[in-house]
């Protein structure tokens, strides 16, 4: 497709279990972002992807959230052993390059822990 | 970490007012976006600014990015009850090695009543 796609757009989990995010960006654009945002917030920074180079991950909450991104393409972000406090909307986006390019998001993946 | 403070959180106003959205910090940005949300959706980029004291228009929008490219504000003309919706400001940082990472402020849930 022309945007990015990201799968499921729901998923309620029990808590304790793993849970796993799809995110496929626009085909070419070099960097992605995670972002969670809970009901009416701002975006929280989870982690950036550019390129092959060393993903930034100083936005990761705790060692239960991992993301990887393989071949420069499909990502996936992975959450251990859910908790409550996890649940919330997790945002996708991609760009073109590094600059003041657009950044463009998915509609979301929407997380509930029970 | 680079944080951006984003006033009011909430505004409310009717039909035709004219109003103002404020995005600040301390650190300086390579380039600074807006974006607009609508519910079950993700952010779409309204503008981005790069040059400190750019003005930007787009229709009844008036985007301004400050001198030291710390901050920026949102002004709308004669809001409509269209332009409700969460108004997000994001920025980038001037170089390191997360050049090209964006980081969102809190967003303003703007309702306009008709």
């Known amino acids: 497709g022309a945007g990015v796609s990201q799968s499921p757009s729901n998923k309620v989990t029990e808590k304790g279990k793993d849970v796993e995010l799809r995110c496929d960006p626009i085909s070419g654009h070099t960097a992605l972002y995670w972002y969670r945002q809970s009901l009416g917030q701002g975006l929280e920074f989870l982690i950036y992807f550019q390129g092959n180079s060393a993903p930034d991950k100083s936005g990761l909450p705790s060692d239960r959230f991992s993301a990887e991104r393989t071949g420069g393409s499909v990502s996936t972000l992975t959450i251990q052993r859910t908790q409550q406090e996890d649940s919330a909307v997790y945002l996708c986006?991609?760009?073109?390059?590094?600059?003041?390019?657009?950044?463009?998001f998915g509609q979301g993946t929407r997380l509930t822990v029970v | 970490t680079q944080l951006l403070e984003q006033s009011p959180q909430f505004l409310s106003i009717q039909e035709g007012e004219n109003l103002t959205v404020y995005c600040n910090s301390s650190s300086v940005f390579s380039s600074l976006q807006w974006y607009r949300q609508e519910p079950g959706e993700g952010p779409v980029l309204l503008v981005t600014v790069v040059t400190g004291g750019e003005v930007k228009k787009l229709k009844r929008l008036t985007f301004q990015f400050g001198d030291a490219r710390k901050d920026s504000s949102l002004h709308i003309t004669a809001a409509q009850p269209g332009d409700t919706g969460l108004y997000l400001c994001a920025g980038r940082p001037t170089g390191g090695t997360s050049y090209g990472k964006l980081t969102f402020g809190q967003g303003t849930i703007l309702t306009v009543h008709p």
């Open positions: 986006a991609s760009a073109r390059g590094q600059g003041g390019t657009e950044a463009f």
